[in-house]
Nanobody, 125 residues
């Protein structure tokens, strides 16, 4: 089993930045991919970014490409999501999740195994 705890969310003005963190415990962190998803009120959960076990491969949703950056520190068992140039439409609860099947169908939330409790990001205009 894996336990995930997100942090770093908050209220920020449009154009601002936040760095989200997701700390993992349990199964060997360096053996699986990690993803970030988000869910806005009244909308379905959507893929944001994913990183493979080594950090050498990343993918992003088109809506965040060039503004967000995913990274990981396997020694600290932590994955990060640096969010820059935030827009009001980025407002959502952000979740991290484990993906034991590496990057196969990485944008499909049903392919992820364990989820954190989420951290709220609110971007004001």
């Amino acid at each position: 089993q894996v336990q995930l705890v997100e942090s770093g969310g908050g209220l920020v003005q449009a154009g601002g930045s936040l760095r989200l963190s997701c700390a993992a415990s349990g199964r060997t962190f360096s053996s699986y991919a990690m993803g970030w998803f988000r869910q806005a009120p009244g909308k379905e959960r959507e893929f944001v970014a994913v990183i493979n076990w080594s950090g050498g491969t990343t993918y992003y949703a088109d809506s965040v490409k060039g503004r967000f950056s995913i990274s990981r520190d396997n020694a600290k068992k932590t994955v990060y999501l640096q969010t820059n140039s935030l827009k009001p439409e980025d407002t959502a609860v952000y979740y991290c999740a484990t993906k034991f099947s590496n990057l196969i169908r990485y944008s499909d939330s049903e392919r992820y195994d364990y989820w954190g409790q989420g951290t709220q990001v609110t971007v004001s205009s």
